[in-house]
């Protein structure tokens, strides 16, 4: 396994991550989430990523106990703030209350004394960029968290939360987590451009675009049982004959070069220098050792 420094910060971080949406508390059982964390730490993986809003919590209870078994210092734990964690008008967002206590609930779901990397997973316009950065600051300066990040924001927010941050002192943000694939490349024109000017490293999902881009889905007339498309459906993996026909022509590329369609999908990935880590998700332990 190789690693990669963290955007500007002197972090490193496996370039092959492994997350735990659609994985661990619901989508796959319990016994196949463990074991694909203790496989992918013993191949070398040092970046885990969840979220409090997978599962309502439960992810981040799997990942922290199995986790457990590992050095605190091993690894690089990595989770969100933002999504809708109850009924109440507060229990979303970025403001500083949200921030400050859904913290606190991941440390305790995780059961660990602090996150590694704590992402804002979306922007809120309805919070002030002060606010949700302060609070990350103190949550920072309290050893709580040690590296702030972003999911999903566009050039123009990031470039004004570095603005704001510098302006009052508080942590920048080093990390940004875009969808990026061979099929999604929107973040070529501005995002990668701004990470390599600001130092915000891109640790990207759906790399492989949730298993379209493995071969493993050869004809729209014939998805694998128990797959992410049986379970989520076509549509919503944007699984096309279009789509289908050109992972084909690139499995004959990969052939050639005596690899996998997704190996040759993730080294794609790989060749952006801006881009720290491929975040991808498993949902049984692959046969095979190769990254």
Known sequence: MEFRRLGGSGLKVSEISLGSWLTYGGYVERENAVKSIQTAYGLGVNFFDTANVYEQGAAEVV??????????????????????????????????????EQCDASLKRLGMDYIDIYYCHRFHPETPVQETLRALDDLVRQGKVLYVGVSMWTAAQMEEALAVADRYLLDRIVVNQPL????????????????????IGQVVYS???????????????????????????????????????????????????????????????????????ALVGASARSRSKRT
């Open 207 to 277: 790399p492989l675009a949730q298993g379209v881009l493995t071969g493993k889905y050869a004809v729209m007339e014939s998805v694998p049982e128990n797959s992410r498309a049986s379970k989520l459906g076509a549509d919503r993996l944007k699984i096309s004959e279009d789509r289908l026909h050109k992972v084909r022509q690139l499995g004959e590329i990969a052939q050639d070069l005596g690899i996998t369609v997704g190996q040759l999908a993730l080294a794609w990935i790989l060749r952006q220098g801006n881009v720290a880590s």
């Open 180 to 199: 990026y694939n061979m099929f999604e490349r929107s973040i070529e024109k501005e995002i990668i451009p701004l990470g390599e000017k600001k130092g």
């Open 63 to 100: 990942v922290g106990e199995t986790l457990k078994a590992f050095p605190r210092e091993s690894y690089v734990l990595a989770t969100k703030v933002f999504g809708k964690m109850g009924d109440g008008p507060n229990d979303q967002g970025l403001s500083r209350k949200h921030i400050m």
